[in-house]
Each structure stands twice: as structure tokens, then as C-alpha cells.
């Protein structure tokens, strides 16, 4: 079992920045493949990046370029940086941990444990 506590949402202006973290407990972190997802107003949860142990990454099409996926497993976390915001990033943001470290996993159900959630507004 592992939790998941993500932060660093909050409100940001078009073309700006913001950084989330999420915070891993329970079993050995590095033992998961790890993957953002986001869930505007009104829409499915969906995918947005991933990052196997071995820091292989995956990125949705409309976030690539603009968002970077990384882990540090001494300090189990993962971030996720996201530059060159939009109003359309605008989305409740969650980490997610795939029991399976090796796969490229981007449907919900590949993965087991969730986190809570946090709020990014990205203003025009």
C-alpha cells in the first residue's frame, strides 16, 4: 500500500509556471511506475504524464513540451513541472502510482493508489 499527498497547485497567469510534488508513504516508492492526471469541470480524468522507475516518461500530446515528469526515490517524490501554462491546463491535478514499474501505463485503471488532488487555475 501506498499514499499519495500532492501539492503545489494554485492560481497562475497564462504563460506562467508552477511546480507540483507528490509525496509517496508505505511501500518502497521506487518500486511504482508514477503518473499525473488531471480532471477539468465537466470532463473525464485523464492522462497527462508518467515515469517508470527508471525514469522513462511518457507525456499526453497536448501537455509534451511544455511539462516535465521526474522522481526522486531517496526522497520519494515525484514532480511534475509545468511551464508555458494555459487556461485549458486549467484542472484539479492527481498523482497516481502503477503497481507495475516498468510498463507506460496512461488508462486509470492501470493504476492502484491515488492521490487527493490539488486545484491549478490558470487565468487569461
Known amino acids: 500500500q501506498v499514499q499519495l499527498v500532492e501539492s503545489g497547485g494554485g492560481l497562475v497567469q497564462a504563460g506562467g509556471s508552477l511546480r507540483l510534488s507528490c509525496a509517496a508513504s508505505?511501500?518502497?516508492?521506487?518500486?511504482?511506475?508514477m503518473g499525473w492526471f488531471r480532471q477539468a469541470p465537466g470532463k473525464e480524468r485523464e492522462f497527462a504524464a508518467r515515469i517508470n522507475w527508471n525514469s522513462d516518461t511518457y507525456y499526453a500530446d497536448s501537455v509534451k513540451g511544455r511539462f516535465t515528469i521526474s522522481r526522486d526515490n531517496a526522497k520519494n517524490t515525484m514532480y511534475l513541472q509545468m511551464n508555458s501554462l494555459k487556461p485549458e491546463d486549467t484542472a484539479v491535478y492527481y498523482c497516481a502510482a502503477d503497481r507495475d514499474p516498468y510498463a507506460g501505463g496512461r488508462r486509470r485503471d492501470d493504476y492502484a493508489y491515488w492521490g487527493q488532488g490539488t486545484q491549478v487555475t490558470v487565468s487569461s
Open positions: 508505505g511501500r518502497t516508492f521506487s518500486s511504482y511506475g
